[in-house]
């Protein structure tokens, strides 16, 4: 049985210039599912010039996409029916998960809904015939009737309660490194260790996933990775880092017990840390820097405390300049995101362009706050959107009507942006970006 592992991916203006490049983790995982199968296995992806191979027919197609994509996700299975009339469609991933009913179309035979790989694996066990009952748990399986019509079996729900020992296949992720890059950081590989986010942010999706139970990290599990995977950078794309001051202290006790088994790691991770967390437990800085962290990204999200509330976000707008001091006391990179709201007014943008300006943040990301389809905050503000085009669902354009005229308000947004060529960061990553061509080498999807 022949598969292919498709990332599908839409057209944003974050596209125009993919200041940030990494290799589709998801399909590394899939790849390992169906390696450990012993199914001959196909990854395409168009960002990295990987296309369907020629003079190979798939038996199962599988197709994952963020939510920008949905709309190329369900017109890829169509494209994928259509050439191959046998072949199974199968999407999955994190904005199929609450987003099911979008995808129980003709064209598609299974929708998973479970960050379980088992699920998957059983529905490539089902089709190879080694199961005759496809288990219903976390998977929609299209059934066919006798008149020829079609209907959907909806499975229920299913989380998954402990970490799968399942790492992700890094063939792909070796083939892609000189071509991966977070902004100036190039040789950049995603590693993933917790499973959802303990925290309950207004606006977040994550915190939904996995029916909404969380997995911390296995420290020692994501050392064993990352020390295995030859790159200049991990990026732990977990929605956080170290939650807590003894999750900090479980990771620099899995560090030093890596350091003396096998000598010091040469990592520099890329993580997320909340503002309160720095602040609180500054007097591990110092060790957290010597254990391998290089940068952090912080949601500020927004500079009064009235927002953060509205967010129920539980950070205190007045630490943050202490925060982004405390960083560049320990030498720790500094990613800042930011939200502006479609209420905004001119005293709001000045506000935010202030805050940057006094604390001489370096790299920041200002984002238009988005209900994210699959949320309450999508349904509760539904009938007030003014678009329901995946694409702009990009934290990029007004989904929702402003206060401001939209192109008051979109040059405002955008005028935010412009303290970003003073930093060097951002002026050796163009350097970078136009020193060579950046159109994607073309070639077959990659098979392990």
């Not at 699920?119 to 399986?141: E, T």
Request: proline share 4%; glycine share 4%.
């Amino acid at each position: 049985m022949k598969i292919f592992l498709k990332k599908v991916r839409s057209k944003t203006l974050f596209s125009l210039l993919n200041p940030v490049k990494v290799e589709p983790l998801e399909l590394c995982y899939l790849q390992a599912l169906a390696d450990n199968l012993g199914l001959e296995n196909f990854v395409i992806d168009d960002l990295f010039g990987l296309l369907e191979p020629q003079g190979i027919t798939p038996q199962v197609i599988v197709l994952t996409g963020y939510n920008t994509a949905e709309e190329e996700m369900l017109k890829e299975a169509k494209v994928y029916k259509t050439v191959y009339p046998e072949a199974k469609v199968i999407v999955g991933g994190l904005h199929v998960e609450l987003n099911r009913e979008v995808f129980r179309k003709h064209d598609i035979d299974f929708v998973i809904h479970s960050q379980d790989l088992t699920v998957l694996q059983n529905v490539l066990k089902f089709l190879r015939g080694d199961i005759v009952d496809l288990p219903s748990a976390g998977v929609d399986m299209r059934l066919f009737l006798e008149d020829g019509s079609d209907e959907w079996r909806e499975g229920v729900r299913h989380a998954l309660q402990t970490h799968q020992r399942i790492r992700p296949a890094r063939g792909l992720t070796k083939l892609l490194s000189d071509r991966t890059r977070y902004l100036d950081k190039k040789n950049v590989a995603l590693v993933k260790s917790r499973i959802g986010c303990p925290y309950q942010c207004d606006f977040c999706y994550c915190k939904l996933v996995n029916c909404g139970d969380h997995i911390k990290s296995d420290f020692q599990e994501l050392l064993r990775e990352v020390t295995g995977i030859r790159a200049k950078y991990h990026w732990l794309v977990d929605d956080i880092f170290l939650a807590s001051r003894q999750e900090a202290l479980d990771y620099l006790r899995a560090y030093e017990e890596v350091k003396q088994a096998e000598g010091e790691p040469r990592i520099s991770l890329i993580a997320y840390l909340r503002a309160d967390f720095i602040v609180k437990e500054r007097d591990l800085l110092s060790q957290l820097k010597e254990s391998g962290l290089d940068e952090v990204i912080v949601g500020f999200e927004a500079t009064s405390n009235n927002e953060l509330e509205g967010y129920h976000k539980q950070t205190n707008a007045f630490d943050y300049p202490k925060v982004i001091e405390l960083l560049r006391d320990h030498d720790i990179d500094l990613m800042a995101l930011f939200m502006v709201r479609p209420d905004y007014g001119l005293a709001d943008f000045r506000k935010l362009n202030r805050f940057i300006r006094n604390n001489r943040i370096d790299i920041y990301t200002i984002s238009i706050l988005t209900p994210i389809k699959g949320t309450k905050s999508y349904e509760d503000n539904r009938s007030q959107l003014v678009t329901e085009d995946p694409r702009k669902f990009d934290f990029l354009h007004l989904v929702l009507e402003p206060r401001l005229p939209r192109i008051v308000f979109y040059s405002l947004f955008y005028n935010l942006h412009l303290r970003l060529l003073k930093s060097r960061r951002i002026r050796t990553y163009f350097w970078q970006l136009f020193s060579k061509s950046a159109k994607p080498k073309q070639g077959e999807g990659y098979v392990s």
